[in-house]
């Protein structure tokens, strides 16, 4: 489950001079949202035990759909609230706190929103029920249940429910101080980018005015952008919590479409227009399916019906609509740019083309196949931004590799992005027996030990390393908000079955699950370090991260890094830097594509161990090479880790492989990694995002321009309205 993010009519504020970065889009798009045994498989148990650390010292933040405040997870041994400050954008200001309200506050049609709590309010809040007997109604609701969910998973200390004593149910970081952001659209279960960054702002703010570290967590996205930092929302995010500043960072869902075709890419020399055929089902005309098409320089859109029937191409800057057997077809060319990538064609930025298909009014859409035809110079990707309700979802059609899905704002390289692993197969039910989930939810994969079947895999739109790393995402058992019980009207947790024993607990699945899971990771991290970085913090999680499955790669488009291991990451940190010499240096190399077009970037990645295993964080020169290019130095991330960017080159005719080398310090490491080479007008097909679906073939309930909560099995979902952001809702809840 994770949560994407959209547009609304309200501007973020400024925050220690960040200024107005949160000059978000009114009408951009919406992004959606994505215990017990996962804590010990990432070894949270056995690191609290060794150091003491809780997350105590610590503020973690989410933005989310809320949180259950009466839940036993979050209230301390004497029943105060564990939440330090709430801000709920979906109520009216209360002018409790009137420069908070003010200052991060959203206006919509000239109410201004942000009711904000200080804990004392919601203790008394609190005590007032305890008193009369009577719930009251000014106390803040989560009837989606997402946030309450991934708050537990982060933070919650488990005591809604105990066996023999023990809160088998309990977070990673359980001591954490909480600061929650109702970041939805209300009634709705989309956030707009300008809550999202009013949100984080708000948290940063209140973490420093306790003097205390923070982690924000994002649960959500969505596919619509241009998949390389560059949105809107991404480069406010990258300005509020830069990487190098000491003990803040964020971390953010990769997405939930691990297994469907919704992303497809192609490069061209601009003759002839590239094809990309997508599958539409039949569907009514409120029922609408957008693609983005990102491109460099100047390129023209048109579309192939499934009669046969072509639309006029849409020129760079032109807006068009065209009917055709009851579809209809829309072409925005170019409604967003960005200068992210130089060297995305003459122009020097990278723009985007919006497709939306509908039909007729009192009409059904034909069923059949779709055809973008594309005419542009360079690389050319299309991704399925909202694949509207109709079963089977919307899907590009043919063979080809798997990549480069991850949703935004995890696209960004200023952010954590988090992938999910499977731990689990079954687990308590309410009634008392034991529920095998993959039975129920006709999911056909049967290990743990994996990368979970829906986790978006990378890289980004450029090459560059997403997700950085997995962490356990399928049937995670944590907190259930007691108005998102299965059966409510707005519940991501649709099935009672995956209720837990005490009925205060649900099972779920999804990448907001997995993120969580890093953000009381980095917390217990930041407890034991304050000085510790976003930066630093990734990279030490990165190096001791460890292999999923038979993989031993150093990265891959799945599992990034690996699955976190939060005990060993503290024993490296505990352990301090250490170096050696050359001659006892083992060298990992990796590149962030298994193939690649002319002309296309990526990330060479590299570590640095001694011969017994140990990371050396000593200083090295390393270099990497692509063919006979001039080397380029790596930059040094911490950890014995080293990353260099690099572009291929014109393919020569007699190679159909690139190859890369490193050196350090001089001298050659091993044998080279080779990249096989892919055609020109070689159309490839990836998977991957935040949409939520029940097994392989369920629908999408990604909006368009929405960000999406990420939770990867849910059925019951609510359709987002542009502009906003969705909760990640394939939560299996």
């Known amino acids: 489950m994770a949560c994407f993010v959209a547009g609304s009519h309200g501007r973020a504020q400024t925050l220690d001079g960040v200024e107005d970065a949160l000059r978000i889009d009114p009408d951009g798009p919406l992004r959606h949202m994505l215990l017990d045994e996962s804590t010990v498989r990432i070894g949270a148990v056995r690191a609290r035990t060794e150091t003491g650390a809780t997350g105590r010292s610590v503020v973690i933040a989410l933005m989310d759909t809320g949180i259950d405040l009466r839940h036993g997870d979050f209230r301390e041994t004497d029943g105060r609230t564990r939440v330090a400050w709430m801000l709920d954008l979906t109520q009216p200001a209360r002018g409790a706190h009137v420069d908070l309200e003010s200052r991060f506050g959203i206006e919509r049609d000239g109410v201004q929103y942000g009711a904000v709590y200080a804990a004392a309010d919601v203790d008394a809040l609190l005590t007032s029920e305890t008193t009369t007997g009577v719930r009251n109604a000014n106390l803040p609701v989560d009837p989606v249940g997402h946030g309450t969910y991934v708050a537990s998973i982060a933070a919650g200390n488990g005591r809604a429910f105990a066996v023999d004593g023990r809160f088998p149910y309990t977070g990673v970081a359980p001591e954490a101080a909480l600061v929650v952001v109702r970041a939805s659209v209300p009634g709705t279960t989309m956030f707009?980018?300008?809550?999202i960054v009013a949100g984080v702002a708000f948290a940063l703010d209140r973490a420093r005015a306790m003097g205390m570290p923070v982690v924000v967590n994002v649960s959500a996205g969505s596919h619509h952008g241009a998949h390389d930092g560059s949105s809107a929302l991404e480069l406010a995010l990258a300005s509020l919590v830069p990487g190098d500043r000491p003990g803040e960072a964020i971390v953010v869902a990769a997405g939930n479409d691990g297994s469907v075709p919704i992303h497809a890419r192609a490069t061209s020399d601009g003759s002839t227009p590239v094809e990309f055929p997508v599958a539409l089902a039949p569907a009514v005309a409120e029922d609408r399916v957008t693609i983005n098409i990102v491109y460099g320089g100047v390129a023209s859109v048109a579309v192939r019906?499934?009669?046969?029937?072509?639309?006029?191409s849409v020129q760079w800057r032109e807006r068009r609509g065209f009917t055709f057997d009851d579809a209809t077809v829309g072409i925005a060319n170019a409604v967003g740019t960005s200068d992210a990538d130089p060297a995305a064609g003459a122009s020097g930025q990278t723009r985007i083309a919006e497709v939306v298909f509908g039909s007729n009014v009192g009409t059904v859409r034909p069923v059949g196949t779709y055809t973008l035809l594309v005419r542009a110079r360079g690389s050319i990707d299309a991704y399925?931004?909202?694949?509207?309700?109709?079963?089977?979802?919307?899907?590009?059609?043919?063979?080809?590799?798997?990549?480069?899905?991850?949703?935004?704002?995890?696209?960004?390289?200023?952010?954590i992005a988090v992938g999910a692993s499977v731990t689990r197969l079954d687990g308590p039910s309410e009634s008392g027996s034991r529920t095998h989930y993959p039975s129920e939810l006709r999911w056909a994969d049967e290990s743990t030990d994996v990368v979970a079947w829906f986790s978006s895999p990378g890289p980004d739109r450029l090459g560059r390393p997403r997700p950085d790393f997995v962490a356990?995402?399928?049937?995670?058992?944590?907190?259930?908000?007691?108005?998102?019980?299965?059966g409510s009207a707005m519940t991501v947790f649709p099935r009672s079955q995956f209720v837990a024993p005490g009925g205060r607990h649900v099972a779920s699945s999804g990448t907001s699950a997995a993120a969580p899971h890093v953000t009381g990771a980095i917390a217990l991290l930041f407890a034991l370090d304050p000085s510790l970085t976003q930066n630093t913090a990734r990279a030490l999680l990165a190096s001791t991260a460890r292999p999923v499955g038979r993989s031993r790669d150093l990265w891959s488009q799945r599992a990034g890094y690996g699955e976190i291991a939060i005990d060993v990451a503290v024993a490296e940190l505990r352990h301090g830097p250490r170096g050696v010499a050359l001659d006892?240096?083992?060298?990992?190399?990796?590149?962030?594509?298994?193939?690649?077009?002319?002309?296309?970037?990526?990330?060479a990645l590299v570590r640095l161990r001694d011969l017994r295993g140990d990371l050396d964080d000593a200083p090295h020169d390393v270099r990497v090479?692509?063919?006979?290019?001039?080397?380029?130095?790596?930059?040094?991330?911490?950890?014995?880790?080293?990353?260099?960017?690099?572009?291929?080159?014109?393919?020569?005719?007699?190679s159909a492989i690139w190859r890369v080398r490193a050196r350090v310090d001089g001298e050659p490491t091993g044998s080279p990694l080779e990249i096989p080479w892919r055609g020109r007008n070689d159309a490839r097909f990836g998977s991957g995002g935040c949409s939520v679906a029940t097994r392989r073939d369920a629908p999408s309930r990604a909006a368009s321009g929405a960000v999406e909560l990420l939770l990867a099995f849910c059925l019951a979902a609510s359709r987002r309205t542009r502009p906003a952001n969705r909760v990640d809702e394939s939560a299996i809840g």
């Open 305 to 312: 019906f499934p009669s046969g029937v072509v639309s006029p």
């Open 192 to 195: 707009s980018d300008a809550a």
């Open 472 to 486: 356990p995402g399928a049937f995670v058992i944590a907190a259930l908000s007691a108005e998102a019980r299965p």
């Open 584 to 603: 006892r240096v083992a060298t990992q190399l990796a590149a962030t594509v298994p193939s690649a077009f002319a002309d296309q970037g990526f990330t």
């Open 625 to 654: 090479s692509l063919d006979d290019a001039e080397p380029a130095r790596a930059a040094a991330l911490g950890h014995g880790l080293y990353r260099a960017d690099l572009r291929t080159a014109a393919m020569r005719s007699s």
């Open 384 to 415: 399925i931004a909202d694949s509207g309700r109709a079963t089977p979802r919307a899907q590009f059609t043919g063979d080809g590799e798997i990549g480069s899905a991850v949703v935004v704002p995890a696209t960004s390289s200023h952010v």
